[in-house]
């Protein structure tokens, strides 16, 4: 079926519609939760949940080309996530200025492409849920600080505080395993 085509059978409650978009989708959409949550558990818990309201929400879903499904598909997943998060308090952390660093050595941009993206990934994983959260609006949804601070509830300062730190972390990482691999 092609995309439009998939789309409309949704939107008409077709069963083998809501089948095939939940295979053809389910692995980019749980690497979009699995972004933001953290751990598997959850983001599978979290894409199911998104599922459900994709399934239930193709009223408000209009075509508008190649393309347009999955990303209308990934913006669902991306709200449930964040609302996970807030619902979760997972947002609530120091809001301590003081020690964001305020420099740090940027890995050169060659350097890190001969790491792998399953490393990188996982050093993502790891941040803390408000590094990682900020840091996955920010360079992966292209948010500004204001819409991140709109989105969770927070101050742009936080928002800025919370990628300087995640940024600052990778870079950490990023150096150490160029230092033992390279």
Known sequence: MEEQELADGCRQGDRLAYKELYERYAGRMLGVCLRYAGNRETAEDLMHDGFLKIFASFD???????????????????????????????MNYAD??????????????????????????????ELPSGYRTVFNLY???????KEIASLLGINEKSSASQLARAK????TKVREWIRKNA
Do not use: C
């Open 139 to 145: 360079v992966m949804e292209g948010k500004s600080h």
């Open 96 to 125: 301590d200025l003081e020690s964001t660093p305020k420099a740090y050595e940027e890995p050169d941009a060659a350097d890190v492409e001969q790491i792998p993206q399953s490393v990188l990934m996982k050093y993502i994983s």
């Open 168 to 171: 600052a972390s990778l870079a």
């Open 60 to 90: 408000k879903f209009s075509w508008r080309g190649e393309g347009s499904l999955r990303a209308w598909m990934e913006r669902v997943m991306i709200n449930i996530v964040l609302q996970y998060l807030r619902r979760n308090d997972v």
